[in-house]
C-alpha cells in the first residue's frame, strides 16, 4: 500500500513583524508545495517560498472571510491527501485563539500526517512593542489571554467576568475591539475598578502599530476618539502605566510611514532593513533587474587582455561584480591584475571591490566632473589606458572628463538594467492597504521605469502628500525632468546617505507640524 507523503504544517506566523517569524517556519515555508495564508500573516513571509510553490489567501479578516473555517479545513486535508507538503500560515500562534486545534483534528480524521510549528502570539509581542511588560514584581505576577470575539453560537458566556475582576493578573483580550464597550462594562459591573489601567495595541510589532491609552471608565471613549479599530489586542492592569517609561518602539523616527522601494530586488536588502530598523513600513517595487549584458565579447575581451590597460576605473557595485563574475569564469583570478591601479565612484563600490582583496588606489566623492578631475589631479594619467566596466547607456561625462585629462580610455558594457516585470494586481493590493508616504529612487533607470511601469498606469499617483526621496543631484535632475518633484535629496549618494536624509526630513516635517 502506498504511504501518503502529504503533510500540512501549521505554522505560527507571528504577531506582524516578518522577524518573529521562528527559524522552523522559515524553513518549512522555503521547502513546501503550497502556501496557504491569512489576513494576519505578514505578507513578507511569502518571499520565502519558493518560486513554484502555490499561493493561496484564504482572508480570515474579521467579518470578511474570503473562505469560511470549514473550507480552509477541508482545502487543507484536501491538498494533504495529494501528497502536497503544506505550509499554512496563521497569524501569532496557531493555538491561541487561531483555530488551529479545529483544523488539526480534521486532519486527523482524513488521515492527513500534520505538524505544529509555534509561533510569537500577539498577546505577548504587541504590549512588548508597545512598552507593556505583561508580568512586573510590583504589579503583576501572572497573565490571563481571553477571546473578546465569543462564539456567537454560544448560548451564554464561558468568561468568568467575577474571576477576572478580583484577580491581580494582568488581562490580555484578543480580538475584541468590536466588543470593547461590553468588556470593559462586564468588568466593572464584576467589581474591576473603573479606573484601571487599559491599552489597546492595533497592528501589533508593526510599522503600523498605534496605542491608545486610558482606564475602563475613559477607554471607549478615548478610542473612539483615536479612530481606532481591528485588528489589535486590550490589555487591563496596572502594568500599562509602566508604558510611559518603556516606550521604545513607537519612539523610532520613521514609524508610521509607508515607504516605496524601488530597487533591483537583489540590491534592495539594504535599504529596505534600514529603513524597517528605523520603524518604516516598505513595499518593494522593484522596476528594475541588473542584468549582465546581451553581448558579453567586450568585457571578455577586456578582461582576457588586462595588461593592455594601467588603470581600471569601478562607477557602480554592479560594474565590480560583473567584472569579477567575468574574470573567474575565464577561470582567472585576481593575480591577473597585477601591475593595475583602481579608481571607484562611490565608497559602497570601494568597499565591494575591498571583497575581492583589493583596495582602490583613488576614490572620486561623486559623479560630478569636478570631482573626478579632483581625483586625478595628482595621478599621472597623460596617455594612461584606463579601461572602464559599467553599465550600458551610462552618462557619458565620465569618459569625456577622463579624455580631457588625456587617458586612453576603453568603454565596456559590464551589465544592462532592463524592466521588471510587475504584477500590477498585487502591486495595486499592497498600494490600496495603506497611504504611501514616500517613495525612493536609487538611479535614473529606477526613476523612468517607475514612471512607465507605476505612474503611466494609473497604480499610484505622485500627489503632492507623496515624497520623492533621490540618491543625489543626477537621479533628481531625471525624476524632476519627468514630472517627480524630488523632495529629498541626499547630499551623500549612497544608501546610508539616502536614509539619514529621509530621516531628517521626516523629523522637520514633524517638528513643523
Known amino acids: 500500500m502506498e504511504t501518503n507523503k502529504g503533510k500540512v504544517y501549521l505554522i505560527g506566523a507571528g504577531p506582524g513583524d516578518p522577524g518573529l517569524l521562528t527559524i522552523k517556519g522559515m524553513e518549512t515555508i522555503q521547502r513546501a508545495d503550497v502556501v496557504v495564508y491569512d489576513y494576519l500573516a505578514a505578507p513578507a513571509l ?55 486545534g479545529e483544523e488539526a483534528e480534521v486532519l486527523i480524521d482524513a488521515g492527513v500526517e500534520f505538524e505544529i510549528i509555534p509561533g510569537v502570539t500577539s498577546a505577548i509581542a504587541a504590549p512588548a512593542y508597545a512598552g507593556i511588560p505583561l508580568t512586573h514584581r510590583e504589579h503583576a505576577s501572572s497573565v490571563s489571554i481571553i477571546t473578546g470575539h465569543e462564539d456567537p453560537l454560544k448560548q451564554e458566556s464561558s468568561i468568568q467576568w467575577d474571576c477576572l475582576a478580583r484577580s491581580n493578573a494582568t488581562l490580555v483580550f484578543l480580538m475584541g475591539v468590536k466588543n470593547l464597550s461590553s468588556i470593559t462594562g462586564n468588568l466593572i459591573k464584576a467589581g474591576k475598578s473603573g479606573n484601571t489601567p487599559v491599552a489597546l495595541v492595533r497592528w501589533g510589532t508593526t510599522a503600523l502599530q498605534q496605542t491608545v491609552t486610558g482606564t475602563l471608565d475613559t477607554i471607549v471613549a478615548d478610542v473612539e476618539k483615536a479612530g481606532l479599530k ?6 487591563v492592569g496596572s502594568v500599562v502605566t509602566l508604558r510611559e517609561k518603556m516606550n521604545w518602539f513607537e519612539s523610532r523616527p520613521l514609524l508610521g510611514k509607508t515607504i516605496v522601494v524601488t530597487r533591483a530586488r537583489v540590491q534592495a536588502s539594504e535599504l529596505v532593513g534600514s529603513l524597517s530598523a528605523l520603524g518604516a513600513r516598505c513595499i518593494e517595487i522593484p522596476t528594475i ?8 565579447a ?21 560594474g565590480v561584480k560583473l567584472f569579477f563574475k567575468t574574470l573567474y569564469g575565464e ?25 575581492h582583496g583589493i583596495v582602490s588606489d583613488i576614490l572620486p566623492k561623486t559623479y560630478m566632473a569636478e570631482s573626478v578631475v579632483e581625483a586625478f589631479s595628482n595621478v599621472e594619467i597623460q596617455g594612461k589606458r584606463v579601461l572602464l566596466p559599467r553599465a550600458k547607456q551610462a552618462r557619458t561625462i565620465l569618459p569625456e572628463e577622463l579624455d580631457k585629462l588625456g587617458a586612453r580610455v576603453t568603454e565596456v558594457t559590464a551589465y544592462e538594467t532592463i524592466a521588471e516585470h510587475l504584477d500590477e494586481a498585487e ?17 535614473s533607470s529606477t526613476v523612468e521605469n517607475f514612471k512607465r511601469l507605476v505612474m503611466d498606469k494609473k497604480v499610484l499617483e505622485m500627489g503632492p502628500e507623496v515624497i520623492a526621496a533621490c540618491i543625489g543631484p543626477i537621479t533628481a535632475e531625471t525624476a524632476a525632468s519627468l514630472g517627480i518633484r524630488p523632495d529629498i535629496v541626499a547630499t551623500e549618494f549612497t544608501i546610508p546617505g539616502l536614509v539619514d536624509a529621509i530621516v531628517a526630513h521626516v523629523k522637520n516635517q514633524r517638528c513643523t507640524q
Open 46 to 100: 511569502l518571499s520565502y517560498a519558493r518560486p513554484d510553490a502555490e499561493i493561496i489567501y484564504v482572508g480570515k479578516k474579521g467579518g470578511d472571510h474570503t473562505l469560511t473555517q470549514d473550507k480552509i479545513s477541508d482545502l487543507l486535508a484536501d491538498l494533504g491527501k495529494k501528497g502536497k507538503i503544506v505550509a499554512r500560515l496563521k497569524g501569532g500562534d496557531p493555538f491561541i485563539f487561531g483555530r488551529g
Open 331 to 355: 577561470q582567472m583570478d585576481v593575480r591577473a591584475l597585477g601591475g593595475l591601479k583602481f579608481a571607484c565612484i562611490g565608497p559602497a563600490t570601494k568597499a565591494e571591490l575591498f571583497v
Open 289 to 296: 533587474q541588473v542584468v549582465p549584458p546581451r553581448d558579453p
Open 427 to 443: 502591486l495595486a493590493r499592497l498600494v490600496a492597504e495603506s497611504k504611501v508616504d514616500i517613495v525612493t529612487f536609487t538611479s
Open 230 to 235: 481591528s485588528p489589535a489586542i486590550i490589555v
Open 298 to 318: 567586450p568585457l571578455v575581451n577586456a578582461v582576457k587582455n588586462l595588461s593592455d590597460f594601467d588603470w581600471v576605473v569601478f562607477t557602480s557595485v554592479n
